[in-house]
């Protein structure tokens, strides 16, 4: 790895060894390229779909973009600098990714918890979805979860970066991560950012719970369909989102579990890929796979490419 300047913090990665910077660099070129590809098809079709207009699928495109938006804050700045053989990143550079990250991943789950809310009403208040879920309604809620993850962002980045920094600025990590970023505090000054995570970590216990709360009236109210078929419909619009739902709170629950050494080991490379790339590699191949009118709705778009080509 190449100096740093003390403006800046110095990315350790995962390995110093030249070969091993490569492998790394394509292993995450891949995932990445998985997730920009996923995430365009499930935005691209449910905004040229017309069987796909309803707040669902809405809630869906904007869901995908915060995805290929968080994956590509932290892993094509890792590939580059893999490639080049440095983790030189400069302070400003460093309060950006700092921002965009938490920005993102509290908007993901801000998004989530108002999809939760959008299968309640759909399951629980069938007959008033219209009426709830309306053109205002949807409109409102994105805007209140990319500004409440604005905020989120705003507040931890100010809270870590308002602090002093001491001896040499090394991040074992490949990205500029908070815990790290405080690890290298002088004295107590990480207390400020301390509140601030304390505060965010409750907010994003309520959404958690509030999730929690809508599935089980979901399920109760499922389970009591007399139709087999009309338990079957319902299952297969909540069940993908539960199980997005799951996959990012676990890996999320994962990067405040586990260990923080000077010296990653091969598990603490498994978790970092897991919180920060796995989600949005795979919440498109989940909402693909399980979900009929997705699919449906991509054959088409497909079957339409192919004519306009052979015409």
């Not at 490569?22 to 990445?32: D, G, S, W």
């Not at 053989?85 to 700092?98: D, K, T």
């Not at 629950?253 to 890929?273: M, Y």
């Amino acid at each position: 790895m190449d100096n740093f300047t003390m403006s800046g913090f110095l990315l350790m990665g995962f390995s110093v060894k030249p070969e091993l910077e490569i492998f790394y660099a394509c292993l995450f070129l891949v995932l990445y390229l998985l997730a920009l590809t996923g995430n365009m098809l499930i935005i691209t079709t449910a905004s040229l779909d017309d069987s796909l207009q309803s707040p669902m699928y809405f809630f869906l495109k904007h869901l995908s973009l915060l995805d290929l938006c968080y994956i590509s804050v932290t892993v094509p700045r890792f590939i580059y600098n893999s490639l080049m053989h440095s983790g030189n990143i400069s302070l400003w550079e460093c309060i950006v990714q700092c921002f965009a990250f938490v920005t993102f991943a509290a908007a993901e789950l801000f998004m989530l918890t108002v999809m939760s809310y959008d299968r309640y009403v759909a399951i629980c208040l069938p007959l008033r979805y219209d009426v709830i879920m309306n053109v205002r309604t949807c409109v409102q809620g994105v805007s209140g979860v990319w500004v409440s993850g604005a905020i989120s962002g705003v507040m931890h980045a100010a809270a870590t970066f308002s602090v002093h920094f001491c001896g040499p600025r090394v991040i074992h990590q490949f990205f500029c991560d908070v815990p790290q970023l405080l690890k290298l505090s002088c004295s107590n000054e990480y207390i400020s950012d301390l509140a601030v995570t304390v505060f965010l970590s409750f907010l994003s216990l309520g959404c958690v719970i509030f999730i929690g709360f809508s599935y089980m009236h979901i399920f109760s109210s499922v389970l009591r369909m007399p139709s087999a078929e009309g338990r079957a419909k319902a299952f297969s619009t909540c069940l993908p989102h539960l199980a997005v739902v799951i996959l990012f709170i676990s890996s999320s629950a994962f990067e405040f579990l586990k260990p923080h050494s000077d010296s990653p080991t091969a598990l603490d490379i498994l978790l970092t890929i897991f919180y920060t790339v796995v989600p949005p590699t795979f919440n498109p191949l989940i909402y693909s796979l399980r979900n009929k009118a997705m699919k449906l709705a991509l054959s088409n778009i497909f079957k339409r490419r192919n004519e306009y080509l052979f015409f």
